[in-house]
């Protein structure tokens, strides 16, 4: 439970500061993933469209995902969110196999390694458990739900009961006439 509390913040970390750099920097990233991206756009017939934009947006998203992740709040959808954010980073923003230079070469298809390993540890934390705070709360809420419930059935049946008893007396009045 407590490597969890801080293991998904952590993560997240990695997320938010790359996506603050892309929000702030997005030219640096546009450059580097327009050659994979501009065909996309063409293809799709959003020539309008920036990359530069593209890649603000990308920030946003994965800074709204990782915060997410990294509160708790939905971890699994938000640890999803982020593995198919990475799995765009790395594709588009890693091109390795398009570089020339031998040195470039290395040292993107390094960096494109470390984009695939964060999926993986984005995806490990989509399959991972909730916290044991988490399953208390749900478990309570369950509870308390299933005693409203129970409070709605009987207070039903109560006033059928009632109703039925009225319903009784007034017929044997009547029928005492």
């Known amino acids: 439970m407590f490597f969890r509390a801080i293991a998904r913040p952590l993560l997240a970390s990695w ?10 920097e997005p030219e640096r990233r ?14 799709a017939g959003l020539e309008d469209v920036k990359v530069t934009d593209l890649v603000k947006a990308h920030g946003a998203v994965t800074i709204a995902a990782a915060s997410v992740m990294a509160l708790s709040r939905a971890p699994k ?5 982020l593995a ?3 799995a765009v980073t790395a594709v588009a923003g890693r091109p390795f196999w398009r570089e020339e230079d031998v040195e470039v070469r290395l040292r993107e298809r390094e960096r494109f390694v470390i984009n695939v390993s964060f999926l993986g540890a984005a995806l490990l934390a989509a399959t991972a458990g909730h916290s044991a705070h988490h399953k208390a709360r749900a478990k309570s809420k369950k509870v308390k739900a299933h005693n409203k419930a129970a ?16 319903f009784k007396k007034s017929l044997s009045k009547t029928r005492g006439k």
């Open 30 to 43: 546009a450059l580097r993933s327009a050659p994979v991206i501009e065909p996309v756009l063409a293809e």
């Open 84 to 86: 198919g954010l990475a």
């Open 15 to 24: 997320f938010v500061y790359g996506a603050i750099e892309s929000i702030i």
């Open 151 to 166: 409070a709605a059935k009987a207070s039903n049946k109560a006033q059928k009961v009632a109703k039925s008893s009225k």
């Open 77 to 81: 959808t938000a640890s999803l969110a």
